[in-house]
């Protein structure tokens, strides 16, 4: 009970903080915490594979990408609505999803990451390569935010980075809120139960393959949402978004958070994005100091941040009895 | 050629320790940039930078066995793989600080500066003398792994890893050893291949990377012969590709990466096992 009023607390000041930050603070810092959202909302759609269900994809690059040419697709070619703009973009990096996991879930373990691994840099290629569509290594450039329309009634600009802030942040609010809700689903302890003995969930009459495929797909689309706020963010769509390196993003960050947690990825885009720019400013090799960083958790705190967190919140509290 | 170096010792610690290390692409990397520091500052002779350059790698490859990967073994897949990716951002990065971020072109080496004529056209010297190295290479490794008595161990500790353990081998030694000979291999083809491709820069190791686990994969982890093999078909795949599919070669690359997963993960070439 106690837990729950702090948790609850703990929320409430983080959206407050949220929804404060354009209000007091730079245009700096207001760009900074939209990464950080994006980040965010990549993460934890992604942590639902990795964290929930155990299975490690370096191919969900592939699908944030899905997300921002979708979205720039749309906008260039058929209509400017902001929110359609994005589902279209979700639905693209879905059904790319899709195919992609129809091949990859028949594997597990190592093999389920090369499967992933050749089909997001199948799609890096195909970006980079076919030219007349995607323009190349330029990718799409120039993609505006018009302002929401409803039927021509309520017209909500997000032309300002303010603006747009709210946009991103109710979406996060929303796609995290969603995921939470997948966790503590009964779908969602299915896919804890696939993690931790596939064999028994199998007897159990589980059809792992397509809960795998289900999850899959999820997070695929939480990555094309993320992918489609980037490109409107910064009116471009780039082909490096499908690249493996930037598949390993959403790993490194719920290894930085902790792993098996909802608050961990979250945690860990924070962290993440605040250390790219805090030592940026020190010292041009962020890269070594991040490599440096995940060796330690790695080695010693697997938990990541939010499980030495509480711990020590345990430990503050004293030995519990029973 | 190189990749086919790179693979083998990539596929090898795969065989093995059961890792698959993304680092490997990084003591490609290192091996080219100790050779031709070595070259640089000890006088100009190839040979011994080949053989020195190799060497820091392998004391590199040591620290980076015996005194992080050896603690995760027992770990679930993704900790080993992101511990490796780690030391791809550690050793990129050192590089950078060390040698520059630019890129590096290697001295010219004069003993292979010659061409040689074939059937009437000509071949630089040093290519054919790579032709030549990477069978030689696969030799010498498939007579080791079946001949000598080290190789009957690497054997016996890849197909039973408690089994060797119990009939006296002692695996964390033989672990650390196998990986330390992957990383030679590895730094051997950066070293053969710098000269070659004629620059060095810090990003030369993710690319290569890439190519190795495809090889790799192709032709079945673990396996060496399928990992030469493998490194033969992307070779012919790709120039093929180049020359009349010039958009598509890295990506039927993929497809074939995916459809080799599929139908036979455990590559063409690799036994049941």
Not at chain 1, 152 to 171: A, F
Request: glycine share 12%.
């Amino acid at each position: 009970m106690k837990n729950r009023i702090a948790s609850i607390l703990l929320t409430t000041l983080v959206l407050a903080v949220l929804v404060c930050i354009p209000l007091v603070s730079g245009r700096f810092t207001v760009y900074l915490a939209m990464r950080v959202m994006l980040l965010g909302i990549f993460a934890v759609g992604y942590n639902l594979l990795l964290g929930q269900t155990g299975l490690l994809s370096f191919g969900h690059g592939a699908f944030y990408a899905a997300g921002a040419y979708g979205m720039g697709f749309f906008w260039l070619h058929l209509s400017p609505h902001p929110l359609l703009g994005i589902a279209a973009g979700i639905l693209a990096a879905a059904l790319l999803a899709l195919l992609i996991g129809f091949f990859c879930v028949r594997h597990t373990e190592i093999y389920f990451a090369m499967l992933t691994l050749a089909f997001g840099m199948m799609v890096f290629s195909l970006i980079w390569n076919v030219r007349g569509i995607t323009g190349g290594d330029d990718g799409l450039v120039g993609i505006m935010r018009d302002p929401i329309t409803f039927f021509g009634l309520v017209k909500i600009p997000i032309q300002k980075d303010t603006q747009y802030y709210y946009l991103i942040l109710s979406l996060f609010v929303l796609a995290v809120w969603v995921v939470r809700r997948i966790r503590i689903s009964p779908f969602g302890l299915v896919l804890a139960g696939i993690r931790e003995n596939t064999r028994r969930m199998e007897f159990a009459g589980v059809s792992v393959r397509n809960y795998r495929l289900a999850v899959f797909v999820l997070s695929g689309a939480f990555a094309g949402l993320a992918g489609s706020l980037e490109a409107m963010l910064e009116s471009n769509a780039r082909p490096f978004m499908a690249h493996w390196t930037h598949s390993g993003d959403p790993i490194l960050v719920s290894l930085l958070g902790g792993l098996h947690t909802l608050t961990g990825p979250l945690v860990g885009s924070l962290i993440f994005v605040a250390m790219r720019e805090i030592v940026q400013r020190f010292t041009e090799n962020w890269m070594l100091w991040f490599g440096v960083v995940l060796l330690v958790i790695i080695m010693g705190f697997r938990g990541g941040v939010v499980g030495v967190v509480r711990q020590l919140a345990e430990k503050a509290r004293g030995p519990r009895g029973g | 050629m190189f990749i086919w170096l790179v693979a083998s010792g990539l596929t090898l610690i795969f065989g093995v320790l059961g890792v698959l290390n993304f680092a490997h692409g990084s003591f490609y990397m290192l091996g080219a940039y100790f050779c031709f520091t070595v070259l640089r500052h000890l006088g100009a002779n190839f040979w011994i930078g080949l053989l020195l350059g190799p060497l820091f790698v392998c004391a590199v490859g040591y620290v980076v066995e015996r005194f992080f990967l050896r603690r995760v073994y027992h770990l679930a897949l993704p900790y080993q793989l992101l511990l490796t990716f780690a030391f791809v951002l550690i050793f990129d990065n050192l590089v950078k600080i060390v040698w520059g971020a630019g890129s590096l072109s290697p001295p010219k080496l004069d003993i292979f500066g010659g061409a040689v004529p074939i059937l009437g056209r000509k071949f630089p010297a040093y290519n054919l003398f790579i032709i030549a190295v990477g069978p030689l290479v696969a030799l010498g490794l498939g007579l080791m792994i079946d001949k000598t008595w080290w190789g009957r161990i690497i054997r016996a500790a890849s197909s039973d890893r408690e089994m060797a353990s119990a009939l006296g081998v002692r695996v964390p030694v033989l672990f650390t050893s196998v990986f330390v000979f992957g990383c030679w291999l590895g730094a051997i083809g950066g070293g053969l291949a710098a000269p070659y491709v004629g620059i060095m820069t810090p990003g030369m190791g993710e690319t290569i990377i890439i190519e190795a686990f495809i090889v790799a994969v192709i032709g079945g982890l673990g396996s060496l012969k399928g990992a030469f093999l493998g490194a033969l078909i992307i070779g012919v795949l790709s120039a093929f590709g180049t020359r009349y599919f010039p958009t598509f070669d890295m990506f039927l690359i993929f497809i074939l990466m995916a459809a080799v997963l599929l139908w036979r993960p455990q590559g063409l070439f690799g036994g049941a096992r």
